[in-house]
């Protein structure tokens, strides 16, 4: 009887054991599974921000030159402006004509 009750017990605790064994292995692939996902997951976010990285640099870089063409139109405009300050408007030839002779109504 002893030894039926040891051979039980032996027989259970190999069950358990092996039980135990099987659930530690499933964990671990599901673990695994998750692990790789996750880190899948990180590689994609590391290209986006890679990507918005290098966009955000053209982006400044687009600013600066746009910025540097704007001065340099706003100093061409200065430049024209001043110019045509001695640039002189000559008179219309009907203006010229009404004031270098008075006109005379023909009733006089």
């Not at 990180?42 to 063409?69: H, P």
């Not at 408007?89 to 006089?108: F, G, I, L, T």
């Amino acid at each position: 009887m002893r030894n039926l009750l040891r051979d039980k017990k032996s027989r259970a605790s190999n069950e358990t054991e092996q039980a135990s064994i099987e659930v530690s292995s499933l964990i671990s692939q599901i673990s695994g599974k998750s692990v790789r996902e996750i880190d899948h997951l990180i590689e994609g976010l590391e290209g986006v921000r890679k990507k918005l990285d290098n966009e955000g640099d053209r982006i400044q870089r687009d600013i600066g030159a746009y910025a540097t063409f704007s001065e340099s139109i706003i100093e061409l405009t200065k430049i024209v402006s001043d110019g045509m300050t001695f640039i002189k408007v000559p008179r219309m030839v009907s203006e010229a004509k009404d004031v270098a002779s008075p006109s005379v109504s023909p009733a006089d």
